[in-house]
């Protein structure tokens, strides 16, 4: 587990890169073992048919391979070299979960390579370099960034806050109404996907800790989401923080 009362370290993308190549050639070596054990009763049936079978094995190894050095070159270079979108999907949808339970094997924590998974995300959505109009960017946050001790209910209504300052959310707003941008606080993953539907943004920028961002992520795609980690200096969901400088460097990427 991350330690909560530490800042959210700068996530690292080279970790699920290296567990990503690691998955990659056990993959190959899965597909190697499936072909090489029937070999032999397959040459009972028809004597071409180890070689068919090879050569489709073969061609799903070189898809393995040339995918992840694809996704390497892309993070490693920023740049859309060839369907980054569907690569984005991959990671997400098929890779993920196969470099979670690699990565839990090896004894490295989720969060840890849950943050690796959010800069390898984020790097992805980059390097596609979108342009979005100021009106179809939604900045997503949770309800933790708030101040505990604050009586108004910012939840839906970002603009009732008063901007005192003793937490994040005065920042947040402001950057939202320099950009004119739509923000959001959501209570939870169901009210986040609730404002994602009416709002119908292009992308979002969303704040949460590894988890919710994780999973946020994954329920988003095709949806490009930059999620930045928050701080939890008094333990999770509780006055955390985020630094509104890296919003709004992330804002400064994507909007047109
Ligand atoms: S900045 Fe806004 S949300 Fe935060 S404590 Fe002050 S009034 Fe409440």
């Not at 690569?87 to 390579?113: H, Q, Y």
């Not at 960017?137 to 101040?147: D, G, K, N, S, T």
């Amino acid at each position: 587990m991350t330690d909560p009362q530490k800042p959210a370290a700068t996530p690292r993308k080279r970790l699920f890169v290296a567990l990503m190549g690691v998955t990659c050639l056990l993959i190959v070596g899965v597909i190697y073992l499936l072909w090489w054990v029937p070999t032999r009763g397959l040459a009972n049936i028809h004597p071409d048919l180890p070689r068919i079978v090879g050569l489709v094995f073969g061609i799903l190894s070189g898809a393995a391979l040339l995918g992840t050095i694809l996704l390497v070159l892309t993070t490693a270079l920023g740049k859309d070299i060839l369907f980054t979108r569907f690569m984005r999907g991959v990671v997400i949808r098929f890779l993920l979960p196969v470099i979670e339970f690699f990565g839990n094997a090896l004894g490295i924590s989720k969060d840890t390579i849950r943050q690796s998974f959010i800069a390898m995300n984020n790097s992805l959505v980059q390097s596609q370099r979108l342009l979005v109009q100021a009106d179809r960017v939604l900045i997503l946050l949770p309800h933790c960034l708030q101040l505990f001790d604050c009586e108004i209910k910012v939840t839906g209504a970002i603009n009732k806050c008063i901007r005192c300052g003793r937490c994040d959310i005065k920042g947040l707003a402001e950057l939202a109404e320099k950009y004119r941008i739509d923000i959001s606080v959501a209570t939870g993953g169901t009210l986040a996907r609730k404002v994602i539907i009416e709002k119908r943004p292009k992308l979002v920028v969303a704040v949460a800790c590894e988890r919710d961002l994780t999973s946020g992520i994954k329920d988003c795609y095709p949806l490009p989401v930059i999620g930045i980690l928050n701080d939890r200096p008094f333990g999770p969901c509780f006055n955390t923080r985020v630094e509104v400088e890296k919003i709004d460097q992330a804002l400064r990427m994507v909007l047109a």
